[in-house]
């Protein structure tokens, strides 16, 4: 299983934000601290704000800041959220392609237990698990 990119950008940015000290955030002083797109974070921002992972502060000092307390946010809830198919294979939906051996398969079972245990422990973490190591991360970032 391969995670997309905007998967990973979303994770980190809610790490980046999480591990800030003070203030919010801008989506230039996050793709500067990982090296990554502004245009892609933009996009990322709004769906993580839609989602009510991530709020914005308005005018001079303002930014992206965490929208609710990082213990709060599921990493599995996010990775529903912000992945548009986690469908293994084209059997399994939203694609459900016709498959010739589809009366007798077993693995598509067996990807589907593997999904379901993938999932299961993702549920298990949530964003503050994440960015246990705070400090290093923030020095790592160069966050204040």
Known sequence: ???????????????????KRSGAATTAEIADAYGISKAHLNKVAHQLGLAGYVGT?????GGLR???????IRVGDVLRRVEPDMALVP??????AACPIMPACGLRGVLD???????????????ADLVQRREELAGLLGTE
Request: with cysteine.
């Open 91 to 96: 059997c399994f939906a939203p694609v459900r």
């Open 66 to 72: 965490l929208a609710r307390p990082a213990a709060e």
């Open 113 to 127: 237990e593997a999904l379901h245990a993938f999932m299961a422990v993702l549920d298990r973490y949530s964003l």
């Open 1 to 19: 299983m391969r995670l997309t990119v905007y998967a990973d950008y979303s994770l980190r940015m809610l790490m980046y934000l999480a591990a």
């Open 57 to 61: 502060v308005r005018g001079k000092g």
